[in-house]
């Protein structure tokens, strides 16, 4: 079954403590992305990969990083979370094109406090 | 940049009536318009997606318009579903350049 798979769905942190939400897929897309979703502002995208080691900047991407050393995983990195980054966070991917998202990931609930 | 407008934030309609959800936006170097479904608890689900060389898609009972003068494109579900129940998100896009942008969802109830 093609899917995208994150891990955790739900993670409470505490303030600075460095975290990780991984993300796979595999339908051997090159193109992968991470959004996050907060209540009346949408989806926003915080990072996207073109290919391995290929990545880039979305419209938000303060506070976070990423990596792409294999196809299939994504993951995203929070070196120091804050408060201002509790949110529902969703991995996506698709077969190349930038902005072309077909597939979505569960989810992740991060609450930090 | 792109913004994208999406209306009605809720709609409400009983089973079997249409449903049309309207979206407008403002950079004319879109070409790409998707929509997607979401479930309570589950991520975003593309369902439809239209060029901007196309002017009307339909799958079954999902259809969508685009009028690339107006810069608006319009979701259409008719024979309404409970199951058809979800926020709806509008999207555009400039393939290949940058992100999609989202609509602020619209929240359907189909009533039984």
């Known amino acids: 079954e093609a899917q995208v798979t994150q891990n955790p769905r739900y993670l409470i942190t505490v303030t600075g403590k460095k975290l990780t939400v991984t993300c796979s897929q595999n339908?051997?897309?090159?193109?992968m992305s991470w959004y996050r979703q907060d209540p009346g502002l949408g989806l926003r995208q915080i990072y996207y990969?073109?290919?391995?080691?290929?990545?880039d900047k979305g419209d938000v991407p303060e506070g976070y990083k990423v990596s792409r050393k294999e196809k299939r995983n994504f993951p995203l990195i929070l070196e120091s979370p804050s408060p201002n980054q509790t949110s529902l966070y969703f991995c996506?991917?698709?077969?190349?094109?930038?902005?072309?998202?077909?597939?979505f990931g569960q989810g992740t609930r991060l609450t930090v406090v | 940049g792109e913004n994208v407008e999406q209306h009605p934030s809720t709609l409400s309609v009983q089973e079997g009536d249409s449903a049309v959800i309207k979206c407008t936006y403002s950079d004319s170097a879109s070409n790409y318009f998707p929509w997607y479904k979401q479930e309570l608890g589950k991520g975003p689900q593309l369902i439809i997606d239209i060029r901007s060389n196309v002017g009307e898609k339909k799958d079954q009972r999902i259809a969508v318009t685009l009028n690339k003068t107006a810069k608006h494109f319009s979701l259409h579900i008719t024979e309404t579903q409970p199951e058809d129940s979800a926020v709806y998100f509008c999207a555009a896009g400039d393939t290949g350049r940058r992100a999609l942008t989202f609509g602020s969802g619209t929240r359907l109830q189909v009533q039984p």
């Open positions: 339908m051997n897309h090159e193109y």
């Open positions: 990969s073109m290919n391995v080691e290929v990545t």
């Open positions: 996506a991917s698709s077969l190349s094109d930038h902005g072309t998202e077909a597939f």
